[in-house]
Structure formats: structure tokens, C-alpha cells
């Protein structure tokens, strides 16, 4: 029987367990990732994008002004969605360390220091539940559990400084939040964490609902901790509208559904206000407590219907069709689990199932507050799972909350193996264990061991994967930079990197609300020569690049064999393109416009 531990929050030796754990992953990333880190290779498109606003922002653009200029420019640019939060460390390495290394070395600095220090954080966050309920064994597996984790792991190697991370260490800190001892206080814990979670991405708002869903059970449950879910909206309400405040101003009052907005503000004050007023009127029957909750969440959802029905359909709704069907689609991360690849499947789906299993074993031998806090857990992370069931890239989120349970049961296995006295079993149990953590093992095996064996046999006829693109377009980079600056029609996803390395324009990158430029961009793609000469030539663009072994500007090609990409592709360019020569050992194409 599991009882509650409930130890002070930081103790010397958790730190020094988390600390070591921490450094070795480090160690291990910063190995892994040394020739991406030399290159300034990033993992994702929006990685670079990212340092691009961070960028903007240094060299004076406002700081509610999040337009990236240089993208559909001829339009006025596209208007991002992200938030200034994630901004703000990036920027504060970068201007505390250019004068000591100078720029270029301080966005390094920064590039490596904010995710790793970023999963820091989540260590310490997931392995506090642990050594606060658990113990130190416990704390140190969960901080092993999430080193073994594909899927978060990706979230914290170096370079990569999107805001997935942050995502995870709201919501740890508002699982953290749930395990405080007073209601008010934690209360506010939960709904500041759950503010600045969907002030960073809107993404969070189910499992933010979920949250708050369990602090609506606590009131159930008894009517003296009904705290919980009053502080937690009051909290979330007022830090919502000062994080807008702070981080978007008053200069755009639209509703959008891809970010937090005034009609979610006002939606998160009804809240606040009728389940404070529902407190007051407290001793209720229950059914009187479950009408309020009901008359509360109908008002809420009835608020943001009214304002925005197109929400209804989520923050893609407003998509063109051709880049739905061209670039949505194609986005794996935001596909649900059942869309991506076995070996991706697994990774997202067995490490949080098997952690479900071991919640509910916490429930069964635990009493008392504790118990409730494990069927609490246990929700939050069904939830979770649920929501990375739809969204793949939700699964880190499910990965870290399945870490704390998962670590407790691996440490329940290893103690029952070590009891085994026959080989056979304990081998059986051993390989168990690792397939628990590790369930694309046998797959990454298979792989390995299907080239060799047909090399052995002698075998020639496999058949070809396609390779990831051999385009490194910061290898063209002195070339480009020395061309007049213009608009280059080229591939999405090499766009940001032409940002990057250039002062050049683009027409469009995969960034929703720049559907405009990226409908200009699939559609001239896979549109006649002709058609190409008058639309790029009608918004002045002054140069056409492409990597020909890139997967973008590949299915362009497939979709239509006698289009403008196709054409580029088997070396066919009209007469209209002046190839242009790049001095530097690359695999990129690049075209001036004669416009005559």
C-alpha cells in the first residue's frame, strides 16, 4: 500500500539526482547533434523561423508587431501567430552574449543553451512529482524514462527552439500545481501554468479543459475544495488577459482561431465569475453543482460560437483547398497517430498506454488524498494520450505525463526480475521491460538486419528509399547573398533557410496564416510555364530556386508531370529563366527572371 510522502519540494539530493541525470543527457545530445550544431542544421523549418523573429525583433521591430516582412511581401507580409514568450530567452542570450562573442556565436550559444536548459526544467518538474510520492529511486527513472523517449526527446535537442518545449513545461507545472496541499494556492498554480500554456499555443486548450475538469471533480468530490477550480479560473482569466496585454497589445482586437484572443478571454472571466458565484451559494445538492457546471460551459462554448463559428471547425478552417490538400495534409506531426508510420505510431502510443495501466495500479494501492491524486494523474493523462491520438505531435506532451507512473512500474518490474532465479524468465521479463520504453526496437533491428542479409545473399534489386534532400542551401549561401535582393519563388520548406542566410524575400512558408502566398506557390507550381511567367512576373519576383531531390517540389512534379516544378526538375526551364551560376559545390538550381 502506497502512502503519501509529500517530501519538501527541492531538496539537495533531488537536485543532485535530476543534475546528474540532466548532465548526461546533455552530454549525449550535444554529441549526437555535433555536426547539425556546426552546421546550423535545424530539425524543423519553424526552428529557423523562430530565430528569424527573434532576429526581427533585436533589430528593432515592435514588439507587438510579429509580421514576418520578407514572406508574400508584395501582400504586406505574414502575420504569425506565436507567441513573444518564447521570444524572450532566446533574445536575452543573444544580447547578453554579443558583446562578449559576437553575434553569430551568441545565436549559437543560444540555440543550445535554451532547449537543453529547457529540458532541465522538465526533469526536475516530472521527477518532483516522483520524489514527492515515490522516492529517489522513482525520480531517478523518470528521468531516465524521458531520455529514452523519442518523441520529447526531440523537443529538447539543440537547435531545436520552437515552443513545443515550453508546452511541456506548462503543462508539468500545472500537474505540479494539482499536487499542492492548499487549494488557493495550487489553484493558481494550475490556472497561471494553463494561461501562459495557451498564450504560447492554443493547441493546449484540451488539455487545459481537462485540468480544469479535475479541479471541477475535487468540488464533487467535496464541497470545501471547490478553491480549486474558482482560483484556477480566476487565474487563468486575469493571466490571460495579461499576457495578451503584454504580449499582443490592443493594436489587433480580431478574432482568430489559431490563438489566444479577446473572446477567450471573455469566455475564461463567465467562467471565473459564475463558478465563483456558484461557490458562494454553496451548501448545494449536487445535481444543482453539476447544473452550474453545465449552465457555465454552455455559456462559455455559446460566447465563442457567437463570436467565431468558424472556430468550430479549428484553427485551420479558414485553409484554402489546394494548400489543405498539398501542404496540411502532408504536415505528419499535426496528422492523427493512425496516419503516420508504424515505427512513429509506436513511439507516440505504447509508452503513454503502458503508463495508464501503471496510474491505475498507483490508484489501486493507494488511499486517502493520495489515491484521489493518482485518479486525478491518471485522467489528465488519458486525456493527453487522447488528444495525441488526434495530433501527433501532442504525443511529448502524453510522453512526459506517462513518465512519472511508467518510471514507478519500471522500477516495480526490475524488482520482481531481480527475484527470478531462471534465466529463461528473467531474459523474457528483461527484454519486457526494454520493449516498454524502447517499442520501436524490434522494427529498428529488422532494418538493420534486412540490408545486411541481402548484401550477404548477394541481393541488388531493393527497393530505393527516397533519401532526405542533399540541398544545403547555407553552402550556396555566399552566392545568394552576393545577388540583388528580390523575391525567390522556391519550395516551402527551403524557404525560412533562404531567410536565413540571405536578405532575399519569399513568396510563401508553411505557416497557415500565410495561405495567400502558399496557394500562389502550389498552384504556379503545378501550373504551365506560361502561367508561371505571368504570376511571378505580375508580383515582381526576381529569382526561381529549387533542390530536385526535395520531397515539396517532388510531389509538385507528381501531382503534375507537365507542370512548372516538373519542367525545372528534369532540367527542362523555359527560355524565360536565366540559369544562374552558384560558385560554391551545390546541389540547389537557382534561375534569374528575364522579364523581357
Known amino acids: 500500500m502506497l502512502t503519501s510522502r509529500r517530501q519538501s519540494c527541492l531538496t539537495p539530493e533531488l537536485l543532485t539526482r535530476v543534475g546528474l541525470a540532466w548532465g548526461a543527457v546533455c552530454a549525449l545530445l550535444l554529441l549526437v547533434h555535433y555536426s547539425a550544431i556546426s552546421a546550423l542544421r535545424f530539425p524543423d523549418p519553424d526552428d529557423t523561423m523562430r530565430l528569424l523573429q527573434v532576429r526581427d525583433l533585436i533589430a528593432g521591430q515592435g514588439w507587438f508587431d510579429l509580421t514576418q516582412t520578407r514572406v508574400n511581401a508584395p501582400d504586406g507580409g505574414v502575420p504569425m501567430h506565436w507567441s513573444r514568450l518564447v521570444d524572450l530567452p532566446l533574445a536575452a542570450i543573444i544580447i547578453a552574449l554579443t558583446p562578449l562573442l559576437g553575434s553569430a556565436s551568441a545565436e549559437l550559444a543560444a540555440l543550445v543553451i535554451v ?96 485540468i480544469c ?116 495534409v502532408n504536415v505528419g506531426e499535426g496528422m492523427p497517430v493512425w496516419d503516420q508510420k508504424l515505427k512513429t505510431a509506436l513511439q507516440y502510443v505504447v509508452a503513454p498506454s503502458i503508463g495508464v495501466i501503471a496510474a491505475l495500479n498507483l490508484v489501486s494501492r493507494s488511499h486517502d488524498w493520495l489515491r484521489r491524486f493518482w485518479i486525478d494523474y491518471t485522467i489528465v493523462l488519458i486525456a493527453a494520450l487522447a488528444v495525441s491520438l488526434l495530433v501527433a505531435r501532442a504525443g511529448a506532451v502524453a510522453g512526459v505525463i506517462a513518465a512519472v507512473p511508467l518510471a514507478w512500474q519500471v522500477n516495480q518490474w526490475l524488482r520482481n526480475i531481480r527475484t527470478m532465479r531462471k534465466p529463461a524468465p528473467r531474459a523474457f521479463a528483461l527484454v519486457a521491460v526494454v520493449l516498454a520504453l524502447l517499442p520501436t526496437l524490434p522494427l529498428m533491428l529488422v532494418g538493420w538486419a534486412i540490408p545486411a542479409q541481402a548484401s550477404k545473399n548477394g541481393a541488388a534489386q531493393m527497393q530505393q528509399v527516397r533519401k532526405a534532400s542533399s540541398c544545403q542551401i547555407a553552402d550556396s549561401a555566399p552566392s545568394l547573398r552576393a545577388l540583388a535582393k528580390g523575391e525567390v519563388f522556391a519550395p516551402m520548406d527551403i524557404s525560412p533557410r533562404l531567410l536565413l542566410e540571405t536578405d532575399h524575400t519569399v513568396v510563401a512558408t508553411g505557416h497557415h496564416r500565410g495561405s495567400d502566398g502558399m496557394r500562389v506557390l502550389i498552384a504556379t507550381s503545378m501550373g504551365s510555364a506560361s502561367e508561371a511567367k505571368a504570376t511571378l512576373v505580375q508580383r515582381g519576383t526576381s529569382y526561381v530556386a529549387l533542390c530536385p531531390d526535395q520531397s515539396e517540389a517532388l510531389m509538385y512534379a507528381a501531382a503534375a508531370p507537365d507542370g512548372f516544378a516538373a519542367r525545372l526538375i528534369d532540367n527542362d526551364a523555359p527560355e524565360w529563366l536565366e540559369p544562374v551560376a552558384l560558385k560554391q559545390p551545390t546541389n540547389l538550381k537557382l534561375w534569374r527572371i528575364n522579364r523581357d
Open 213 to 328: 475538469g479535475v479541479t471541477a471533480l475535487r468540488w464533487l468530490r467535496n464541497r470545501n475544495d471547490r478553491v480549486w477550480l474558482t482560483a484556477t479560473m480566476q487565474s487563468l482569466a486575469i493571466t490571460s488577459a495579461a499576457l495578451f496585454i503584454g504580449t499582443r497589445g490592443f493594436s489587433d482586437l480580431a478574432v482568430y482561431c489559431d490563438a489566444i484572443g479577446p473572446v477567450h478571454i471573455a469566455m475564461f472571466a463567465w467562467g471565473a465569475a459564475a463558478l465563483t458565484l456558484l461557490s458562494k451559494a454553496e451548501p448545494l445538492p449536487k445535481i444543482a453543482v453539476l447544473t452550474g457546471f453545465g449552465v457555465t460551459g454552455a455559456g462559455a462554448l455559446g460566447m465563442l460560437f457567437y463570436a467565431a463559428p468558424q472556430c468550430a471547425s479549428g484553427g485551420f478552417a479558414a485553409l484554402d483547398p489546394l494548400v489543405e490538400q498539398y501542404w496540411y
Open 115 to 210: 532547449p537543453l536548459v529547457t529540458l532541465g526544467i522538465v526533469m526536475l518538474l516530472a521527477a518532483r512529482i516522483a520524489w514527492r510520492l515515490m522516492g529517489g529511486e522513482e525520480a531517478m527513472m523518470t528521468c531516465l524514462v524521458i531520455a529514452m523517449s523519442v518523441p520529447v526527446l526531440f523537443q529538447f535537442g539543440p537547435l531545436r527552439i520552437d515552443h513545443h518545449g515550453w508546452q511541456i513545461v506548462c503543462a508539468l507545472a500545472a500537474i505540479n500545481g494539482l499536487m499542492t496541499r492548499r487549494g488557493l494556492i495550487g489553484g493558481i498554480a494550475v490556472g497561471v501554468s494553463l494561461a501562459v500554456w495557451i498564450s504560447i499555443s492554443i493547441e493546449g486548450l484540451p488539455l487545459a479543459a481537462a
